[in-house]
Every structure is written in C-alpha cells, then in structure tokens.
C-alpha cells in the first residue's frame, strides 16, 4: 500500500548500531544477531525499530518529529524515519510499514530535563530531543538510545508489556511526561491519574482514524487503549494539561486532540501529565507498563502477569531475544554473505511482527462490535491489524508455513471480527476497527490460503458460509459510496455490479474499476477454494467460473485488461495511465491473473506473445533492468501489484527468466541500510516475498498452496514446522548464480519449476543445482509448465 507520501532521498554513509558482528556457529544459535532493525526505516519503508515480541501487542518504539519542511504532522507512519533528528516520545503500539499514517503512537512517553511550563499541545515539538544515531542500538525485543538531553533511554517488551530504564543527568530537572492524546494521528478523548502514593500513573487513549485523512466521512475513533505504569522508585506530581492550561500538581487529565477538517489533529488540543523524579538519589528509574484494549483491570493484569514487581529491564531483554530466537530459528540458513544473511533473516523479523496480539492474559478482548468477547476454547489468542490487500500474496502463506497456530488462530479472528461486525470481512482491520482501507475482497484468499498451508484449527465451514454469503448477497454497505474511493464501507463495494454485468464497470462504488475486477476474480478463486476444503462441489465450479470473468475486461484490440462502461463500450485507455486502476498502471494490472497464467497467456495471443511481452515489462527499449522505478510501462516490484508478475515466466517455458528477474529484484530492492526497502512493507508482505524469493519457492495461487519455483540464494537452508519439515539444498548457490540447471525433489529428478501442494502439506527435500549460466532448456518441455486453475 503506497498512499504515505514517500520521501525517496538516498541515504549515504549511514551509520548503524545492531548486533551484527556474531560468528557464524554464534549466529546458528541466535539468529536475533542477524537482525537489523533499521532495514526499512526510510525511503518508505515506514517499519520501525523498537522493541517488540513476534505478533506483540506492544511495540515499544521512537515518535519522531517530522522532518524540517516536509509538511506532515508525522515523521513516518511507523513513528520513526532515519532521517529525522528529532524524538517527541516513545510510543506504546505500532503497525509496520503501513502506508497511511495513523496506526500506532499511542501514549507516548518522554523524558525531559528541563522545566514544564508550557503545553505540550501547544508546542507538540517543544520538549523533543535530539536523536544521534551513533548513540542509538536497536536489536530484536530491544532499543536503547542516549537522547541529545542527556537520558539514556532503554526499552524492551513482553507480549503485553513494555519496560523501561530512563537514566537522567544528575544535575538536571528529571521529568516524565505522558502526552496521552498524541497517538499519531488524533485521539477523541484521553485521560490520565497520577498516583505518587503507588508509584503509578494510568490512563487511556481512544483512537482510531487510520487513513481517515483521505476521506472526510472516515474520521472517527474506533478503539481504546488502556494503560497502567508503575516505577521502582518514588516520584512527585509534575502536574497536567489540557490543551493550553497548564495546571502544576494536578494530577487527573481528560481531553483528546480531535480530528481537524483535514483529519489531522487539532492545533493545542489535548493533555496529558507528568511526574518528576530526583536525580540526585537516584539517576536511574525503571517503568513497567501494561496495556489492554479492554480496560484498565485488563492492563493491570497484563502487567502482573507478564511484568510482575522486581521484573528486570535485562531479564525483559533476554526473554525477548529467546522468543525471537524461537521464531527466527524455524528458517536456518547456512552461507551467503554477512550483508544477505542480515536482509534475509530481517525480512524474516519483518514478516513476523503484524498481526498483533489483542487479547488479554485472561483471553478478553474488544470485537468489532465494541464489546468484550473471550477466545473459543480452540483458539490461543485475538488477533488484529490485517493488512488484507497485502497480506494475502504471501505473509499468511509463510506465517502459517512456520506456525499453523497462529495461521489458525488469524482466520479464527477474521471470523469473529466478522460475525461481530455484522456478517462483513474488512480489508483492513485496525485492532478493534474496520477502516475498509484498498479495494477488493481479501479475506476469502486470505483464510483460504491459511486452511491450504495447514492452518486447520478455525471453523472452516463457519468462514465459508460467511465469506460465500458476502460474494453472493449485496447489503447496503455494498451499494454505499461512503469512504470511496480509498476506504469504502462496503466488504465489495458493487457486488450488485459485479453479479449484474460480470465486471466492475467504470463509475461503480470502489477504488478503481479495472484493479477491483481483478481483486475480485481473485477473490472468487479463493471462495472455490474454500468450497473445496468445505466438500461444496457445485459452489467450487461456481465461483471457478466467476473467477474467470477477468476477461470482461480484456481488450483484445490492445490486448490489456482496461476499465470498462457499463454499457459495454470501452473509454479512452493509456496503459501508461493508472486511472482505475490501484497504485498501478494499465500495464501492471495486465499480469494480475495468478491462478490463471494459460488463460492470460491465451488471450495475449499465445506463449510466445505473452513472453515478448514479460520481456519488455521487466527491461526498457535498451535492454536495462526495469524491475523498480523504471516507470508506467515497467514492472514496480516494490509494490503488490507486481508482485506476482515474475513467476510467470515458470509458465512460458522459460523458468530461467524468472530466477533472473526475482534476483535482480532482490540485489536493487532489498539491501543492508536504512532505505533497504524502497516502498511500504505493508505489515510484513514485502519482506514475506522476500523470505519466499531466497528459499527459491513462491505461494503465487490466492488460496491454494501449490508453489512455484524461483531459485535459492543460500546453499543450506531449513525450515522447522510441525511435522512436515523442508530441507533445500543448492549446489553452487550464490547471489550471481541464480540459475537451475537440476532439481531433485525427494529423490527424484524433475523439470517441472513447480512443486504441488503435497510437498507443503508433506514436506520433504529440494536439491538444486544452480549456476551464473542461464538453462533455457530446464523448465521448458511440454508438461513442464505448473497447471493453471481458470475455468475450463
């Protein structure tokens, strides 16, 4: 997703500080010391580099001012940006790599060494510090910095918790300010009590309004979060504020920033607190601090549960480097430079941050219909934040590779989110809301995709009712504009279009015509696959059929997929031109068929038409790479939209051109610096195509787990999942030796550069042997290529 306004100007000469320096036998055990957090902390990237557990519902992170003369209210919509130079707070939830602003910052907390006397909502910048980033280590489950006043700032987390350590100057004011109305992008209301007789200070933020700057009839309010800090050390009342009062000693706060005109907060609204400690006794002071979206009983019991009194800031950090150890550990990977082991095992870390954990220790959470609910007795956990138009390319593929429990347990929260939100599946869940952020009907492939790589213990049949009920009946949300384009209420904006004229015509509710048919034949794809899974043989070939309705739209005079009238007639087209279409040009959206390859291969007029075509997306007239920022009529693998196209050379006979082009993405995409990812990570899906790419293997179907193959760009790897465990060996694996010139897949030599189903459900063994010389021959005899699934 690419509506945040990118700021593309290169870093040079950045300096980083992360635990990279590790021998290879001390990596093998703590594959943590391979991560760099900063990776994608710029250049769009929007990640952010503080501490956090896999799937946490903290992420204890910078809130950075935003650059000199950019004209956001932001640094980034992670809350840091590697440029800036600024801190305002350390933040208690973030979303990574978002595309719009406004999912995370919530209460963020600031030690300052100087007196308070003005607002903080008059001047949100006022009592911000320095940030040096030779004095700034960020690791897995940690972050520490020594801010420009002179605190050393240290942080980690738990699940639910966040720790910690502020050490002040002796010889300065200490003071800790709460500024809880300041979540990134506006708060309706806030609170806070400071209780100097508990060591404690609790309060809440409601939010809300992620990507309501786009739209004038989306700004709104949709979650609480609560909070309880408590100290080890003595402190007295600093005092609050609301909006420009200032009340010293005071010690209860309410009042939220509002959402301005233009969605954005409201300048001098909100309040917030602080308290004041004496440096002079002790410079050091350690805070817990629990969370829940519940309320404050639920934080309280997060916080003695997971962060009982006499809880350590080092212990924290050793406990949160062992559960990332345990995640990162099920991919093990052996040789390769220093520099493609850290981007590897980093967009590994990337990949496993979202979704986040929103239940409490005792299994509440908050539904999508603002009451508390408690987990079934199957499920472990709540999850939310699905970043649906992204994330079902290929992030719930591996999570739930690696871990069918957690897959499991995000199908089973997509269905309560629904069930609770009226029989609707957003796109784009946001902790307790649904914002109905990108087009299309991502849940089916989603939760298809989930079931296909072994995630079984959800309702299944519960989920296929649900998701065929919403393909198959419009309700009023579907026929509404509100939100449109970017953030239509309806879960398919048009559905009465779509059922009407087999396509989404122009001038129907939705983002983009064009770019909505193809999401939704995806999504149709993905409903016949849940009929599969459900035994329902007449809906399987049903929706089968709906999915092949893409060629509706294929225009065989220009031979592109273009917007169309409802009267059949075709309006004026540009493939340069990305009018309806969805952070994608005509000429990008021609390649979004995955399921169905042969088909768009024979409207294209046949392979060999379809392959000099792929040529020149992937290259420009003078035979240049043109995998990302080479314009309109190119390939933008930074972006969803493309990501599939690649693969589709597996298809064409010519499987060498596929290995060529995914690595040529992964040397120029993805590198070991600050603006290491060159567009918005979206909750992990970028750095989830990524993972795929260096294993070789690519879950291109919506739905299904048949892969494609690419090639490796380790000798050794090892993926550790219950029961079915893969091994990939690559002989002569190197970053310039891409090309397969054998396979061997559990003993028997293939050409075939695709891999079904059985081998994830399985497991097993790949053997490949690879070079710098290209193969046109393996990958292309007939039966060779992996089948395509439109209807017949």
């Known amino acids: 997703m690419k509506t945040w306004v990118a700021l593309n100007r290169m870093i040079a000469g950045a300096v980083l500080i992360f635990a990279a320096s590790a021998t290879a036998a001390q990596q093998a055990d703590d594959p943590a010391a391979l991560v760099n957090p900063f990776i994608g902390t710029t250049n769009g990237g929007n990640v952010f580099p503080g501490a956090t557990l896999p799937f946490g519902m903290v992420s204890f992170s910078p809130e950075e001012t935003p650059l000199p003369g950019s004209g956001l209210v932001v640094a980034a919509p992670g809350g840091y940006e590697y440029r800036s130079n600024g801190v305002r707070g350390f933040g208690l939830a973030h979303v990574s790599g978002s595309g719009c602003a406004g999912a995370g910052g919530d209460i963020p907390v600031m030690p300052v060494t100087r007196e308070i006397k003005a607002s903080p909502s008059l001047a949100p910048n006022l009592y911000a510090a320095y940030l040096d980033h030779a004095k700034e280590q960020a690791s897995p489950g940690a972050y520490s910095v020594e801010l420009g006043n002179g605190v050393d700032v240290d942080l980690s987390a738990t699940l639910r918790t966040g720790i910690a350590r502020f050490t002040f100057p002796a010889d300065k004011p200490a003071n800790l300010l709460f500024r ?213 390319r290929s992030q719930v593929q591996l999570v739930t590779l690696l871990d069918p429990k957690v897959g499991s347990d995000f199908a089973q929260s997509l269905l309560n989110q629904a069930d609770q939100y009226g029989g609707q599946w957003d796109r784009w869940t946001h902790l307790t809301g649904a914002t109905g952020v990108m087009n299309g009907d991502p849940a089916a492939p989603a939760v298809a995709a989930i079931y296909a790589f072994g995630g079984r213990d959800f309702d299944l049949h519960a989920a296929y009712a649900s998701l065929l009920r919403a393909a198959t009946i419009p309700t009023a949300n579907d026929l509404s504009r509100a939100g449109c384009p970017v953030l239509c209420v309806g879960e398919r904006p048009g559905l009465d279009q779509w059922l009407k004229l087999h396509y989404m015509p122009v001038g129907a509710p939705g983002w983009g015509s064009a770019a909505d048919t193809l999401e939704l034949a995806a999504a149709d794809f993905a409903v016949a696959q849940l009929a599969r899974f459900a035994g329902d043989k007449a809906n399987e070939r049903r929706f089968l059929d709906r999915s092949g309705w893409w060629r509706n739209l294929f225009n065989r005079g220009s031979g592109y997929i273009q917007p169309r009238n409802a009267d059949g007639s075709w309006p004026a087209f540009d493939p340069e031109s990305d009018d309806e279409f969805v952070e994608g040009s005509g000429a990008v959206y021609r390649w979004m068929v995955p399921f169905d390859p042969a088909g768009l291969f024979d409207a294209l007029g046949g392979r060999d038409r379809a392959l000099a075509a792929l040529d020149s997306f992937f290259r420009d007239s003078d035979g240049h790479w043109a995998v990302t920022k080479a314009g309109p009529l190119h390939a933008e693998l930074d972006n969803e939209p493309s990501v599939a196209s690649p693969w589709l050379y597996d298809f064409a006979a010519a499987p060498w051109k596929t290995q060529a082009v995914v690595r040529e993405a992964m040397r120029r995409i993805w590198t070991n610096s600050p603006n290491g990812i060159s567009g918005n990570d979206d909750l992990g899906e970028m750095s989830s195509w990524y993972v795929w790419a260096a294993m070789g293997v690519y879950p291109l179907y919506p739905g299904r787990a048949d892969l494609v193959v690419g090639s490796p760009l380790f000798p050794d790897i090892r993926i550790d999942r219950p029961g079915a465990p893969i091994h990939i060996v690559a002989a002569g694996a190197a970053s310039d030796a891409p090309y397969v010139h054998s396979l061997v897949v559990n003993g028997r030599t293939t050409t075939r550069p695709w891999l079904s189903d059985d081998f994830v459900r399985h497991g097993g063994e790949l053997r490949f042997t690879l070079s710098s010389a290209p193969d046109d021959k393996w990958g292309s005899g007939p039966g060779d290529a992996p089948p395509s699934y439109g209807p017949k």
């Open 180 to 392: 809880t109305s300041d979540t990134e992008v506006g708060s309706s209301g806030a609170s806070i009590r400071i209780d100097p007789a508990h060591r404690m200070v609790t309060g809440s933020v409601t939010s809300g309004n992620f990507c309501g700057y786009l739209s004038p009839d989306r700004h709104h309010s949709y979650y609480t979060l609560h909070f309880v800090a408590v100290f080890d050390r003595d402190f007295t009342t600093g005092g609050t504020w609301t909006d420009a009062a200032v009340s010293p000693g005071g010690t209860e706060a309410h009042g939220g920033t509002g959402y301005g005109e233009d969605g954005f907060p409201v300048a001098g609204k909100g309040s917030g607190g602080w308290i004041s400690f004496d440096p002079a006794k002790s410079p050091t002071v350690t805070m817990r601090i629990g969370i829940s979206y519940v309320d404050e009983a639920g934080a309280r019991a997060n916080l003695d549960k997971e962060s009982p009194e006499g809880t350590t800031l080092d212990a924290s950090r050793a406990a949160a480097r062992a559960a990332w150890n345990e995640q990162l550990g099920r991919i093990a990977i052996t040789g390769g430079t220093p520099d493609e082991r850290t981007v590897f095992t980093t967009a590994l870390y990337h990949a496993l941050i979202d979704p986040s954990v929103t239940s409490d220790v005792d299994g509440r959470y908050r539904g999508m219909d603002g009451q508390v609910h408690r987990v079934g007795p199957k499920q472990t956990v709540q999850y939310a934040n699905f970043s649906g138009w992204d994330v079902y």
